[in-house]
């Protein structure tokens, strides 16, 4: 039969053989987990970038609006003061030819 040294050598080696595999299938898990929460990281990270690109390009077309509405505002503006010249220069004219209808019934009376 076997000594029992030996006996208790050939145990410990089974038990480091076998706390070794425990220790790797462990480490495996850990691994695998790890490289799962970064794939949802990634993701997680692609759609934020989706998201804040949607944003921009909302914000880009709310602001062409605005510029739109701007340069819309700017010609009726314009319009507003060119018909106001108009009558303001229409109106001076007539305020002018009654000055001088009254001016000349002065005269001649």
Same mark, same amino acid.
């Given at each position: 039969m076997m000594s029992r040294?030996?006996?208790?050598?050939?145990?410990?080696?089974?038990?480091?053989?076998? +706390?070794?595999?425990?220790?790797?299938?462990?480490?495996?898990?850990?691994?695998?987990?790890s490289r799962s929460i +970064?794939?949802?990281?990634?993701?997680?990270? +692609?759609?934020?970038?989706i998201v804040k690109e949607k944003i921009i390009l909302?914000?880009?077309?709310?602001?062409?609006?605005?510029?739109e509405l701007v340069q819309s505002l700017q010609r009726q503006l314009l319009q507003c003061r060119s018909s106001n010249n108009t009558v303001n220069g229409t109106g001076n004219s007539l305020a002018a030819n009654v000055n001088e209808i009254e001016g000349q019934q002065i005269v001649e009376d």
């Open positions: 040294p030996v006996v208790l050598v050939f145990l410990l080696v089974i038990l480091i053989i076998t +706390s070794q595999f425990e220790w790797k299938a462990q480490l495996a898990n850990e691994i695998e987990a +970064s794939q949802k990281q990634q993701h997680v990270s +692609s759609r934020e970038e909302s914000q880009e077309k709310n602001i062409q609006r605005l510029n």
